[in-house]
């Protein structure tokens, strides 16, 4: 793994935030760094920010919020260039979601004490690919990437201060970010070990294969996010109930995010990778099979996997979860066609192990795998998880923990943020850290455990919550750490 040395031990003493993504997994770093004193976030509600000694400049947070990524394209780089999608709806889009969006109007039954993939979850599934790929190339080609603006209006919106920290921010190309780094036993399982790893020198065990992602949401995902944003890049607040809320939450029905990752794994290392959309992005230099740099350098990647949320009124979270995963084996003629379902999620199966003892438990009945014929992906006890995800963890379960502390202060796991990734006894055994992890409940309510209650439920979005964890860096120390080696 990769990152262990980006830790800045000097602020990792004070407030520096860890997020070791997966128990074996890479980890992302959010590290505070030099301050530059008050913050204009400051609200009626929200009022004193975190002290913090020095006193150095700091930019607006506009600036940092919307900018398109950590580093510019080279002088005479001519290939394609991200842009932030940020001119967010002001109003909510006109017309009923539920007669918009044929997924809403399905048959399908969140309630049911058993699920089995059919025909419905099928149709499910597959209506809000054909949304999602709406005015997209059915080949996702590197010159175009994943587009925003489709038939001259903006469909999809991206999250602000995503390219704020130089570590693991949005790069040039695609604006992907640098996430989970996977081994070869994610892509096809340990004991089965076809995939040749062409790395020098590699096992097949400790070779690290980094993603690079890009989320966004479409306009009624988007008028949330405008809400909670704003012009001026600090976040926006409500009181509902005598309760402190993050405005424009929780995100109207008719919201879609979509969401694709690429891993820098080839079809050589993972065959089933054959003939996947290859995208160039601007990703760490590869020092060793498991050691990757800071410097970075436009190389391939390649589409490994595509991730869906949409809200659901009817899902006992509110939103409903799928993954796609590219499956180069099958005959069909183009990428799109090759991104094959894995599954959908509607909650984290609280009345399951490890939630309760194995004895007193329900099947899962809140995740429905599909049939698939490469390795199948899934998550802790057959919960729904990705290709490159946490096989520890599920979907929901990590996205459960979309909360932040109020008052843009920095957010440590466990101390005032619930941990949302490998928790030592993650998935291995009945606990609180585990019940509470895959415990169903859904916005406004306090994170399961009961131990983060001044913490700001951001209503499952961890892109906001990246969003937030940055903006309280910026908020408390101004600059990000510079990535050393
Ligand atoms: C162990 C943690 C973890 C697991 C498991 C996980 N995610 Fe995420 N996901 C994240 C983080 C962190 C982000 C925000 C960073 C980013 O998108 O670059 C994110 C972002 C997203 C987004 C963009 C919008 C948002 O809510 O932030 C979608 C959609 C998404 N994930 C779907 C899924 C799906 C579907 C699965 C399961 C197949 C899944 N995720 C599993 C951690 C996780």
């Known amino acids: 793994m990769f990152n262990p040395h980006f830790m800045n031990k000097r602020r ?19 590290t505070p760094a030099c301050d530059g004193g008050g913050s204009d976030a400051k609200t009626e509600e929200q009022p004193a920010a975190e002290e913090s000694e020095a006193t150095m400049e700091k930019p607006p947070a506009s600036e940092l919020a919307f900018r398109n990524a950590v580093g510019d394209p080279p002088p005479g780089w001519a290939g394609p260039v991200f842009e932030l999608s940020h001119n967010y709806p002001t109003s909510l889009p006109e017309g009923n979601p539920q007669e918009m969006f044929p997924w809403l109007q399905m048959d399908v039954d969140f309630d049911s004490d058993e699920v089995q993939w059919n025909a419905q979850w099928e149709e499910y599934i597959q209506s809000i690919k054909d949304y999602v790929g709406q005015g997209q190339d059915p080949n996702l080609p590197n010159a175009l990437g994943f ?23 949005r790069e040039f190309t695609h604006g992907t970010t640098n996430e989970r780094t996977a081994h070869i036993s994610d892509f096809v399982g340990s004991g089965l070990m076809h995939g040749v790893n062409s790395i020098a020198g590699a096992t097949s065990e400790e070779a690290g294969f980094e993603t690079w992602a890009v989320g966004c ?20 607040y409500t009181t509902e109930g005598g309760q402190v809320e993050v405005k424009g939450l929780p995100f109207p029905e008719g919201t879609v995010v979509v969401k694709v990752l690429f891993t820098t794994a080839t079809p050589e290392d993972v065959p089933y990778l054959e003939g996947s959309a290859q995208w160039e992005v601007n990703r760490h230099v590869q020092l060793s099979p498991s050691k990757y740099s800071c410097e970075r ?8 996997q595509m991730d869906v949320a949409v809200v659901d009124h ?63 992906h899934d998550g802790c006890y057959k919960r729904l998880a990705g290709p490159v995800d946490n096989k520890q ?15 843009g202060q920095i957010g440590t796991m466990g101390t ?5 990734f490998g928790f030592p006894t993650l998935c291995k055994e009945v606990d609180e850290a585990n019940s509470a992890y895959f415990t169903t409940y859904k ?23 990246v969003a937030f964890l940055q903006y309280a860096n910026w908020n408390v120390n101004g600059q990000p750490d510079p990535c050393t080696d």
Request: charged fraction near 10%.
């Open 217 to 236: 949401y479409n306009d009624f995902g988007g008028y949330a996010v405008g809400q909670a944003w704003g012009q001026s890049g600090t976040p926006n």
């Open 12 to 30: 990792l003493t004070k407030a520096a935030f860890f997020l070791a993504i997966g128990a074996m997994g890479t980890a992302m770093i959010i």
């Open 443 to 465: 916005w406004p309510e306090k994170y399961p455990s009961g131990q983060y209650n001044d913490a700001l439920n951001l209503d499952f979005s961890l892109q906001m919550w």
């Open 147 to 169: 587009q925003t603006n489709i038939g001259g209006n903006t469909m999809w919106y991206h999250i602000p201060w995503m390219a704020y920290d130089p570590k693991t921010g």
């Open 314 to 376: 009817r899902s006992p979270t509110n939103w409903v979860f799928g993954t796609f995963a590219y499956n180069g084996t099958i005959d069909a003629g183009t990428v799109w066609d090759r991104m094959v379902p894995v599954g959908l999620q509607w909650g984290m199966d609280g009345q399951s192990w490890p939630a309760v003892p194995k004895e007193n438990e329900m099947p899962i009945h809140e995740s429905v795998l599909a049939p698939i014929n490469i390795y199948e």
């Open 416 to 420: 005032n943020i619930p941990p949302i």
């Open 393 to 407: 963890s599920s979907c929901m379960s990590c996205h459960g923990g979309a909360f932040v502390p109020p008052n």
């Open 297 to 304: 350098a436009v190389a391939p990647v390649y589409l490994v």
